[in-house]
C-alpha cells in the first residue's frame, strides 16, 4: 500500500522529493476503509477479538456487517 497522506501545510517543502505525492482519489478511498475498520472495532467482540480462530474471528465480523447494513436500511427512532 502506498503512502496517500497530505504533506501539512505548516511544514516547510525542503524535503519534496522524497515525500510521497498525495492523490486525492487514494485518500477518499483509505478514508472509507479506516471509517468501515472504526466502525467495525465499535463493536466490543470484535474491537478485543474475543474469537481467537481466524475462521471465528471471520464470522464476527460478518455477522457485525450483517448487522450494520440491516441497521442501515431500517433505521428505527432510538435516541
Known amino acids: 500500500m502506498r503512502a496517500v497522506l497530505p504533506s501539512r501545510s505548516d511544514q516547510p517543502r525542503f524535503n519534496a522529493r522524497c515525500r510521497a505525492r498525495f ?7 483509505r478514508n472509507v476503509i479506516e471509517r468501515a475498520v472504526g466502525h467495525l472495532k465499535d463493536k466490543r467482540a470484535i474491537g478485543t477479538r474475543y474469537d481467537k480462530l481466524a475462521v471465528n474471528y471471520l464470522a464476527m465480523v ?16 432510538r435516541a
Open 23 to 29: 492523490d486525492p482519489g487514494l485518500y477518499r478511498q
Open 62 to 77: 460478518q455477522v457485525a456487517l450483517i448487522c450494520s447494513y440491516l441497521r442501515h436500511l431500517h433505521p428505527s427512532d
